[in-house]
């Protein structure tokens, strides 16, 4: 079995994978860093979705052995070293872009992915953005606002009372 190495949220990583073990696989069962859920198994719903070299990646398609060298990062690693939740956490938290919480890690993989990108999106383009990513609880709704009141605009102009 081949030992691969990369960084995984700012830490040098290796282990022994066989080739065939997916990225999610080596994060959750090698690692430990099972904040990033299988959900489906055919890449349709992105709840393992990460960061592969700053792109934004469906664990579930690539192989371990591909991320080799590669910087990784995982839900676990959005959070600040000091526990203080970025700004898509936080929003999510208090616009209650979550209800069950399962897809909750991939989603927010996809909007750190999609703000990095495109800071100040429109309801139109965080909801294509969101495509790749299922959610079966919330419709939706608070996701798309928390996303776009992580962005810094005004949730007011987007959901009017």
Known sequence: MPTISMTVNGNEVSGEVENRTLLVQFLRDSLGLTGTHVGCDTSQCGACTVHVDGLQVKSCTMFAVEAAGADVTSIEGIASPEGELSAVQAAF?????????????????????????????????????????????????????????????DVAELMPA
């Open 93 to 153: 938290k208090e616009h209650h872009g979550l209800q069950c919480g399962f897809c909750t890690p991939g989603m927010i993989m996809a909007a750190e992915s999609l703000l990095k990108a495109n800071p100040k999106p429109t309801e139109a383009e965080i909801r294509h953005h969101l495509h790749g990513n299922i959610c079966r609880c919330t419709g939706y709704h608070n996701i798309v606002k928390a996303i776009y009141a992580a962005s810094g605009q």
